[in-house]
């Protein structure tokens, strides 16, 4: 069966029984040109199983899976970190995207696309186009695994939908809805480009909800990138002159975010594993809930709005981990910062412990915040190499171990400074080529 769209035109005529393949074909056109949408990419997205049958024993985590690399027991079933739980679920939506696009065909230069090899089930089907409005993206991917009827009635409503229950094949016509632009520059406060930034269009809710540590990941919202980005390789980067422009947005209000991800400006404070954000929200906000949003109407070209990173409103933050035993700064280990009002793991700041104890954070704009220590330790040189990732790198002798440590900071109108961590000595674990 298929569902009845107040944009989307669609046909569904069953043609003679196929013996060994079902398909889906049809002809898919654009709204604002009625001509076809040539290159397009249609894509199915199987429906979840009725709660009963999708009912099945919870199995381990393989300890060769990517899961398993979030967690502290490849037994568990879940990784024990909040953090961890949000990684592993980002990274099985990526799967599950990637599995979306090997669904899928591409439209030919007169409009028409096939889908062969179709197993029996209830699909959603769209198409994608750069500029185009893509109906399912307007759902979360937990919305989308949902099996509750109310929800998937829901997604029907936006969504077409084909049902293929043996062998017969389908005809299934599509038309691509012209999306809303929202375009302008990012510029610095003296008036200078800020270029190779990615800028993105967040839905706004105009509700304002803390999320629970480890819930939002950056790759599952606005940084992952959506169908159209990742079949038709778009990247939404500023050019040289700070330029950008949103298109194939639905109408609404929405908040326009750029981030760039930099290394600190002191030499060494943020080592190989230290990432730290700069971002900027519409209004000129460098906090989700201090910025404006920009509301489109149908199919309009919003042109003008430009972003101004506030550099002069950014502060340091910085401080030492040593032992609580005898005051012996640790040497490596990371220290993540967090704001509090914003849990997402895409604005998580990550800074390496230095060889004096210390550790900073630039960029840092006013706000409460949690800092956590993870693998601090003691260390020294073996005098050996180690091979990652194809680059010899000095290995290290782990001398002393200490707890995660975590306190909370604020930062107001000026920088944040001598923190301190003084934290438990825990057993050393031994390396497992030892």
Known sequence: MISTLPRVVLCLALCVPLTHAQTISGHVSLS???????FAHVLLKRLPDPPAAAAKPAKPVDPESAEALFSEDSNQKTPADPDARAAAGSLSKLFTSIGDVLSSATVGPNGDYTLGGIKPGVYYVHAVLPGYIDPLAAFTAEELASPDPAVQKRIRAAVPTISIQG???AHLDLRLELGAAISGRILFEDGSPAAGWKVSAIPYTGVETAPAAGTSLGLATADMPGMTDMLFQ?????????????SGLAPGPYLIRAIL???????????ASGTMHLTV????????????????ATREDRKGEDLTMPLSRLHTLSGTVMAKLDGKTANSGTVQLREDADTSLSQLQVAG???????????????????KIKQAA???????????????????????????????ATVT??????????????????????
């Open 32 to 38: 604002d040109t009625s001509g076809p949408a040539r």
């Open 167 to 169: 062998t017969e094949s």
């Open 234 to 246: 778009t990247t939404h980067i500023t050019d040289d002159r700070g330029t950008y422009r949103l």
């Open 261 to 271: 991800t930099v290394g600190s400006a002191t030499a060494g404070s943020a080592r």
């Open 281 to 296: 929200y519409s209004g000129n906000a460098t906090r989700a809930e201090d910025a404006k949003p920009v509301t489109v």
């Open 353 to 371: 412990i230095q060889t004096d104890g210390t550790f900073r954070f630039d960029y840092v704009s006013s706000g409460h915040y949690t800092l």
């Open 378 to 408: 003691v260390t020294e040189p073996t005098g050996t190499t180690k091979k990652l990732f194809g680059m010899e790198i000095p290995d290290t002798k782990t001398l002393r171990s200490f707890a995660p440590g975590e306190q909370k």
């Open 413 to 434: 109108n000026g920088d944040v400074a001598n923190l301190t961590f003084s934290l438990e000595d825990v057993p050393v674990k031994a390396k497992k080529d030892e």
